[in-house]
């Protein structure tokens, strides 16, 4: 066991955990913040994805020590211009349906954004291959993506 600082969702918190805890167990079982969620656990599903300096991050093979010191965000304090119009176009193209990768696929596409404000279906593509959706609602996930970048463009 080892104290950590983590710094997530613009707080400090103090954590004494193993050092390769991953990050999701951290956030779930030791901060309570529930809203990522454990799919695969090897970084295949997506459903796990936070920001970690701004990058698309797979939180359930990323060890608690790997990211100490750093600005970690959850699905609970995503927030900005390109979170809002992910958000707005989710609701609008009725992405979720069991709502179970919902998480993990908004993060990834938040991510997209910042990096690419105009992305190609190759773009998306990319981006979002890690993110699996059982409901199979990838159609809807391509068109929100590209509603809200057309969104953050007007």
């Known amino acids: 066991m080892a104290k950590f600082t983590l710094n997530v969702n613009g707080k400090a918190h103090e954590v004494d955990v193993d050092p ?6 951290a956030l779930r079982d030791e901060l309570n913040m529930t809203g990522t969620k454990f799919g695969c656990g090897i970084a295949q599903c997506g459903a796990c994805t936070v920001h970690i300096d701004g990058q698309a991050t797979r939180s359930c093979v990323t060890p608690v020590e790997a990211a ?25 193209h009725d992405v979720p349906q069991c709502g179970y990768c919902q998480s993990g696929q908004i993060m990834s596409a938040v991510a997209l954004l910042r990096e690419t404000p105009k992305p190609t279906d190759d773009d998306i593509d990319a981006a ?4 699996i959706c059982r409901c199979a609602t990838y159609h809807r996930i391509r068109a929100a993506i590209k509603t809200a ?3 953050l463009k007007s």
């Open 68 to 92: 100490a010191e750093s600005e970690i965000v959850t699905i609970e304090s995503v927030a900005g211009a390109e979170a809002k119009a992910i958000q707005d176009a989710w609701i609008k």
């Open 128 to 131: 979002m291959t890690g993110n």
């Open 20 to 25: 390769e805890m991953p990050l999701l167990w």
């Open 149 to 151: 970048a057309a969104e």
